[in-house]
């Protein structure tokens, strides 16, 4: 659509709701010619070449950048063959009765040859390509001309080059007008009132491109966002540190006629919305982003008395999009504050900025200074990149010699290796054939070595050392991927030997992903943070991490076995502190009398007499104990425990959204998101099956809010 006025339905919502009613406009219902959701194009229609194949796509092909903007699951798609493949698809002939004919496009630009004709006689009376976007967009042409006539719509890919194809879906007849996109509009604006742009956000509404220029006219922050057209749910800042006073023009590749999106962006100081401290849904003492979408931890790193925690973050949106590292920093792991993010797609890194972690340069082997901090990062359009700080991992330099390491992986995990003197990367590599934690090695962090592979892993690896029960001479390493299951073995700094085959789940949780451990821990503790894949609707937030745990070995009769523990530093958050007496179980859950677990440290030691399942009630989810299985459950998570002396002992760090459940002193680790239909409420209450058990003591200590 390489006009200034494209046509197009806008809002998506508008054609679900007129193919149902006519509404309250002119006309009738609309018709629909075709909607591509059974499994083949629908009787009459005919494909010829090889770009279509027999039936609709249901996705984006192998190679194809992610395709978005249809409705339903399928739509055509002539990148079957990838850019190459050619074709056309044409529809069974249709009587034309409405006044316009409507329907969602994308692909190439490539006027007359990827693109939709309307037929009438055999000849082509409308056209129109997409607009080189893999998103489709709504559009259509005015037939009333035509009304009467019989025509036919022609799908075509005579393009084998770049863009070489095109994207349909939803065709329909209607008396309804398509709504009109402007394309690339800007509008300048003065950083005078502060440093942050204020865009409006309509959580869920059509994505466009927005890009910020300086007045040179380079590119400063670029997104994709859910700019509202009018009433917006929240707003989120745009950080123009270092523009205080300069007009900057923000651009967008298109928007609605008659939108509000551009003309309400404003500019503060001031960060919109309620405190993070006031905020009902928000977790008090589980980091989350004061803005918009985070996953992985990144860049775990303790350097300059500061634990730095970076994440993959969306400043913009509730969802996955954008990806920033973002950045908060802490003195105690426990009260952090959100720095500016460090790292931005399309502005800093060449596409996103991917997953990966940070080292500090001691004896600056790099070269960019003594204590200099080095991020690894997927940069999604390089490969394996260095970015280096000079001012303690604030702010950050793309190293021009980038990409450091390039195949079919992601999400660098570097440390190094005192016994060889020289720096170690697991890193994920893909191909075809396996999905493996990749070892690469250095001395300079900047030429980097393949040594060896561990095949069976997915995204985000990890392998670092622990001492059996402290005992730096019994000491073994872990490996694991994102979904946090280990193997332990030996490392001699250019392979991993597991000692068994056999995997073992750090966490028995429903949420935990993507954990990372710290570098340059000043003590030595293996201190581990994960996502916690926790959704808080109706906030300007979502997602979190974990709380940090120090990790252990400990040797138990079953073997050597993780063990994982809050780190001792949250105890700072206790107030309040509650005790209760001992309290007989029965069958009936009792309440604890007074005890609340509204934002809770609650210490719990259960005993089963003859009871055969045990279970403390928190936040409104039961945690219980069943003795024949051995098992501990909680919401659906369940593991494996042997309890000695029929003792359990429970410590719950209830948080909002979040129980983090650790038993017998964190040989079980079990973080819950809370399902949604857990209806949270502040009451312990306790109860058992059979004769005999007791909750022995039950602790509960208030938590102060970290905000
Ligand atoms: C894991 C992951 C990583 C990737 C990042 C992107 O959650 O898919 O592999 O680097 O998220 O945000």
């Given at each position: 659509m390489n006009h200034k006025l494209m046509l197009g339905a806008g809002a998506l919502l508008g054609f679900a709701a007129l193919s149902v009613c006519a509404g309250p406009q002119k006309g009738s219902a609309d018709l629909l010619i075709a909607d591509f959701e059974g499994p083949s194009y629908g009787d009459g229609w005919k494909a010829e070449g090889d770009a279509f194949g027999s039936g609709p796509a249901k996705g984006s092909f192998p190679k194809q950048r992610k395709v978005s903007g249809f409705l339903g699951k399928g739509f055509v798609n002539s990148y079957l063959n990838g850019d190459a493949s050619t074709g056309s698809l044409t529809s069974p002939e249709f009587k034309i009765e409405r006044d316009y004919v409507k329907f969602l496009i994308g692909g190439?630009?490539?006027?007359?040859?990827?693109?939709?004709?309307?037929?009438v006689d055999g000849a082509a009376v409308r056209s129109m390509a997409g607009a080189n976007g893999e998103e489709l967009m709504p559009a259509g042409w005015n037939v009333s001309d035509l009304k009467g006539r019989n025509a036919r719509i022609q799908i075509i890919d005579n393009s084998s080059g770049g863009w070489g194809h095109i994207t349909m879906d939803q065709i329909v007849q209607s008396?309804?007008?398509?709504?009109?996109?402007?394309?690339?509009?800007?509008?300048?604006?003065?950083?005078?009132?502060?440093?942050?742009?204020?865009?409006?956000?309509?959580?869920?509404?059509?994505?466009?491109?927005?890009?910020?220029?300086?007045?040179?006219?380079?590119?400063?922050?670029?997104?994709?966002?859910?700019?509202?057209?009018?009433?917006?749910?929240?707003?989120?800042?745009?950080?123009?540190?270092?523009?205080a006073g300069k007009t900057v023009s923000v651009c967008v590749d298109r928007l609605l006629e008659g939108s509000k999106g551009l003309a309400n962006i404003s500019v503060s100081n001031v960060l919109p919305g309620v405190l993070p401290a006031k905020d009902p849904v928000r977790p008090q003492f589980h980091f989350t982003s004061r803005f918009g979408w985070l996953n992985d931890p990144n860049g775990l790193v303790h350097s300059g008395g500061l634990w730095h925690l970076y994440y993959q973050h969306?400043?913009?949106?509730?969802?996955?999009?954008?990806m920033h590292w973002g950045h908060a920093v802490s003195k105690d792991l426990v009260h952090w504050t959100e720095l500016p993010a460090a790292m931005r797609p399309w502005t800093f890194a060449k596409g996103h900025a991917f997953s990966g972690s940070a080292v500090v340069?001691?004896?600056?082997?790099a070269g960019f200074g003594a204590n200099a901090m080095i991020a690894f990062l997927t940069d999604t359009a390089a490969g394996e990149a260095i970015a280096y700080s000079n001012d303690n991992g604030r702010t950050f330099k793309y190293w021009e010699g980038n990409p450091v390491v390039k195949h079919g992986g992601r999400d660098p995990k570097v440390f190094w290796f005192q016994p060889g003197r020289h720096w170690v990367m697991a890193v994920y590599d893909e191909d075809k054939e396996s999905k493996s934690i990749a070892i690469y090695t250095s001395k300079n962090l900047k030429e980097w070595t393949f040594q060896s592979k561990n095949e069976g892993f997915y995204e985000c690896p990890e392998?670092?050392?622990?001492a059996v029960d402290g005992k730096a001479s019994d000491t073994r390493w872990l490996m694991y991927g994102a979904d946090n299951q280990h193997l332990l073995g030996s490392f001699d700094g250019k392979s991993f030997s597991p000692a068994s085959p056999e995997r073992t789940k750090g966490n028995y949780?429903?949420?935990?992903?993507?954990?990372?451990?710290?570098?340059?821990?000043?003590?030595?503790?293996?201190?581990?943070i994960g996502w916690a894949r926790a959704s808080f609707k109706g906030s300007v937030f979502n997602q979190a991490m974990t709380v940090p745990v120090e990790l252990s070995l400990r040797k138990s009769a079953e073997g050597v076995k993780l063990f994982s523990n809050p780190v001792k530093e949250l105890e700072s958050l206790r107030r309040a502190r509650q005790e209760f007496p001992k309290m007989k179980l029965d069958s009936a859950?009792?309440?604890?009398?007074?005890?609340?677990?509204?934002?809770?440290?609650?210490?719990?030691?259960?005993?089963?007499?003859?009871?055969?399942?045990?279970?403390?009630?928190?936040?409104?989810?039961?945690?219980?104990?069943?003795a024949s299985a051995g098992r501990l459950s909680c919401c659906g998570c369940s593991a494996p425990l042997k309890l000695s002396g029929g003792k359990l002992n429970l410590r719950i760090l209830a948080d909002r959204g979040i129980l983090e459940i650790f038993a017998n002193d964190g040989e079980v680790y079990m973080p819950v998101a809370l399902p949604k239909e857990i209806q949270p409420d502040s009451s312990i209450s306790a109860g058992a099956s059979g004769e005999g058990a007791s909750l022995e003591r039950l602790t509960v200590f208030k938590m102060e809010p970290a905000w």
């Open positions: 190439g630009a490539l006027e007359g040859r990827t693109c939709v004709n309307l037929l008396d309804v007008k398509p709504e009109a996109f402007l394309e690339n509009q800007s509008r300048p604006m003065t950083m005078k009132e502060g440093r942050y742009l204020l865009l409006p956000i309509k959580n869920g509404a059509r994505k466009l491109r927005l890009c910020v220029k300086d007045q040179a006219g380079a590119l400063v922050r670029a997104m994709n966002v859910e700019l509202a057209d009018g009433d917006f749910d929240w707003q989120a800042p745009v950080d123009m540190e270092g523009f969306n400043p913009y949106g509730l969802e996955w999009e954008n340069d001691k004896e600056n082997v392998l670092f050392p622990l949780g429903n949420c935990l992903y993507a954990a990372q451990t710290y570098n340059s821990t000043p003590d030595g503790r293996r201190i581990q859950s009792k309440a604890v009398q007074g005890a609340s677990a509204e934002l809770a440290d609650v210490l719990a030691e259960l005993s089963l007499g003859g009871a055969s399942s045990v279970s403390l009630k928190v936040s409104g989810a039961t945690v219980s104990y069943d």
